[in-house]
C-alpha cells in the first residue's frame, strides 16, 4: 500500500497515488470475486464473508456479507461500511470517546479486503473471514484513500519505511498464553474470580510443563489445534504453563503483518471453539492473584528483503546478535516507556509486570534472561551461528498488535538510523543492583510517556494515537471505580 503523503507541495503526485492506492483496489476485488466463486463451488455450504477488523482497544469486530449477494452482483469493489467513530468506542462498552474523533461530522469508513487469504471458520463453517483495511474518501480527489485511523494503514507504513530506508523486513511469531475455564453450575453466573480459580482445581492442579494438564484438557486442546490446522494456521508448540488450566500455543514464524493475522486468528479460535465446548478461555493479564500471568511475548527477527537473510545472528556479535540488530534493540529500549502504553492497555496488565515475575519489566536485555524488557534466547548452536531472534517479553493480550508493531518498528528504526547502542546485556536473575529502570507500573504513567513521546506519536499516525490515548483514558476512568476482582469480571471474556 502506498503511504499517504501530507506535504502540501506534492499534492499531484499525492492524487495520483491515490488513484493508484484505488485502481488497485478495484483489480484486488475482482481477484477476490474469483477466489470466492471457486470456493463456493467445492463447499456449497458457505453462506457469508466477514471482513474483520480490530479496534485500538484489540476487540475483534466484524461485518458480514452475504456470499449469494456478492455473486449475484458482483460488485465493483467488496467492501462494508462502518462507522468513523468505530475507533472511538470502548473496549467493553459501545460508548463513543469524542477526544480520540477526528471530526464532529457524522462519516463513514469503508473496510475493503486487503489480504489475499480466505479462512473458512472450522467452528462456524457457513462462513469465512478475511482481513480489510479501512480507506476513506479524500476531499480533494474525490477518490479512496488509506484511512488515518486504521491499526492495519499503521503498520503498513512502517513496514514500507523499514524496507524502502534499509531493505530490511520485520518478521515474527507470538507465543498465545491464556486460561481455560470449565462452565459449570457452580460458574455460569459467577460474581467473584475465586468460583472460577475453585472450578478449575476441580480439573487439573497441574504445574508448568505438566503432561497431567495436557491429559486433563486433552479434548478441548485437541479441537483447538485442529481448527486452528484446518485454517493453515502451523502449530509449533503447545504445553501447560505454570497456573492451573493455563496453556501457551505458539505457530510458526512469518512476515510480521501475517504474525499478527494469524496472532488474532488464534485468539478468535481459541474463545470459540472453548465456547462451543463448554469453556472460558479468557487471555487476560492476570485473572488470578496467585496463578501466573497470561502474555503474548513476541519472538521477531530482522531479514535482509533481497537475499532473503536473517539479519538477527552474528555469532561474534554481543549475546550472538548482530551490529544492526542491536542498534534495533537500542532503539527499543530509548522507548521502552512509551511502547508499554502500547503492549498493555488496561490496569490488568499492570498486576502482570512486577520484577522477578518473569514479565520483563526492567529496561534492559541479555541472553536468555527472562526479567528482561528483551531477551535473546539461546540455542544449541548459538556459539557458532549466533542467536535468531529476540523476544520482548512485556506485551499482552490487551494489545492491539497491528500498533505494537507500528510502534516498535518505529522504535528500532530510530535506533538503526541514530545507531543507539544498547546498555551492556545482562543475564542476572537479579537486576535490582544494576540501578535498571523499570517500565511504567501503572496505565496512566505509560499512556503520559507516550503522550509526551512526539517522536511515535507522529510516526504511528497523530490521529490514531490521540484516539488510541483517549479512548485508553476512558476505559482507565471507568475501571479504576470497581475493585481488581470486578475489574478482572469485566474483561475476562473480552480477551
Known sequence: MIEPQNNNNNNINNNNKVNQDENQLILNSKQLLEQIKEI????????????????????????????????????????????????????????????ALKSENFGEAFLIPTSSKLNILPYCPSHIQIFGEFFNLDNKSKKLKPWSLCPRNSLQRAIDKLKNRFGIILKGSFEE????????????????????????????????????????????????????????????????????GQFEITIDYTDIMEACNRHILVRQTINSVASINGYIATFIPKPFDDLGGSGCHAHLSLWDTITGRNLTPDANGECGISLINQYFIGG??????????????????????????WSGCNISWGLDNKESFIRIPSNP????????????????????PYLAMAAIIHAGFDGIENSIAPPPPTSLFDQSNLNNQLIPLNIEDAIQSLKENHYLCTNIGNDISNA??????AENKILKELSIDDQRLKLLELF
Open 468 to 473: 488510541f490515548i483517549h479512548v485508553k483514558l
Open 332 to 357: 527499543l529500549l530509548k522507548h521502552s516507556k512509551s511502547l508499554t502504553a502500547l503492549f498493555n492497555t488496561t490496569p490488568n496488565s499492570y498486576e502482570r509486570l512486577k520484577p522477578f515475575c
Open 40 to 99: 463456493k463451488k467445492k463447499n456449497s455450504q458457505l453462506k457469508f464473508i466477514r471482513v474483520c477488523w480490530v479496534d485500538v482497544s484489540n476487540k475483534i469486530r466484524s461485518k458480514a456479507v452475504s456470499i449469494d449477494w456478492i455473486l449475484n452482483h458482483e460488485p465493483k469493489l467488496i467492501h462494508v461500511s462502518v462507522t468513523d467513530v468505530c475507533m472511538s468506542l470502548l473496549c467493553f462498552q459501545d460508548s463513543i470517546t469524542k477526544e
Open 177 to 244: 498464553e491464556f486460561y481455560l475455564i470449565k462452565k459449570d453450575d457452580d460458574n455460569n453466573n459467577s460474581t467473584t474470580t475465586t468460583t472460577l480459580l475453585n472450578s478449575i482445581k476441580k480439573l487439573d492442579n497441574g504445574t508448568f510443563a505438566s503432561y497431567h494438564s495436557l491429559d486433563c484438557y486433552g479434548d478441548i486442546l485437541g479441537k483447538i489445534t485442529n481448527a486452528l490446522d484446518e485454517q493453515g494456521l502451523p502449530v509449533e508448540q503447545l504445553l501447560s504453563e505454570s497456573g492451573f
Open 381 to 400: 548452536f548459538s556459539t557458532t551461528n549466533g542467536c535468531s531472534n529476540f523476544e520482548i517479553k512485556t506485551i499482552d493480550h490487551t494489545s492491539n
